[in-house]
Every structure is written in structure tokens, then in C-alpha cells.
């Protein structure tokens, strides 16, 4: 594991494609949305953005933002988003490490709680996030804007 650079950008566009969702909501076709994300991204220290290798080839990503507050007496919190592994890599456990490394990485980051959303759809999603010690605590909402 190791932090995302903008070579990686490609790959991880690829991975957030490869499903139903990603399908309907991701345009890999339009590199240059993705490379002016990664750099407002790379250039936030709160921002972190990691890639899983497997023989020098991309295979699993998550970001990790760190949001500090003022509720729970001035906690900050991690938030875990867009956790991806590859199609041919998925089964092998590479998701437990990926989001058991954003759990130890917001314990350094002296983070007080860590939270994430999955899409209602997503049930088997839900059931490995349950099994490594996530709860269905709060119901969340969006808006489109």
C-alpha cells in the first residue's frame, strides 16, 4: 500500500467504473476531470489517497479524509470512501487490509471515531463492513447538487 500518485489516476478511475454503480456515475473517458480532482486532493494534508499494488500493477484503492470538528469535544473523525479492488483481485482479502490500514492510519491521525457510506443497494458491501466491526449506526442522506 502506498500513497496514490497522479500516475495511478487511470487505474483507480477504472476500478471506480467497474460496477453497476460506478458504470452509470463515472466517465473514464474524460481524463482531465480526474487529474484536476487528484490534484486538489494530493495537495490537501487531510486528503489520503492510497493505492494496493500487486506486481507493480494497481489493484485496490481508498481515500481517507480527515474532518476535524468541534462536536465530540473537538474530535476529528475519518471518513472512508470509494473503496475499490480490482475485479480479478476481489476475494483475496485485499479489502479487510485496505480498510484495516485507513482504521490504523485515523488511530495515528489521533481520529476519535471512523465512518463510511455504502449504497443501501450494496448488501454484500454492508456485511463486510459489518464484519470488520463497522455498525449500521446512522441512516445517511444525500443531495445531488
Known sequence: MRRATA????AIV????????GAR??????????????ERIDVDPNQ?????????RTIGTLQLTVIPG????????????????????????L???????AVAEARRLDCSLVQ?????????????YERLGFEASHLGFKMQL
Open 7 to 10: 500516475d495511478d489516476v487511470p
Open 70 to 93: 468541534l462536536s465530540r469535544r473537538g474530535a476529528s473523525r475519518a471518513l472512508i470512501e470509494a473503496v475499490r479492488v480490482h475485479s480479478d483481485a476481489r476475494g483475496s482479502g
Open 48 to 56: 489520503h489517497l492510497v493505492v494496493a499494488e500487486r506486481d507493480g
Open 116 to 128: 463510511l457510506t455504502s449504497d443501501a443497494t450494496r448488501i454484500e458491501a454492508h456485511r463486510f
Open 14 to 21: 477504472s476500478m471506480l467504473a467497474d460496477d453497476p454503480l
Open 95 to 101: 479489502g479487510s487490509r485496505l480498510v484495516e490500514w
Open 25 to 38: 456515475r463515472e466517465s473514464p473517458d474524460e481524463p482531465e476531470v480526474y487529474r484536476a480532482a487528484f
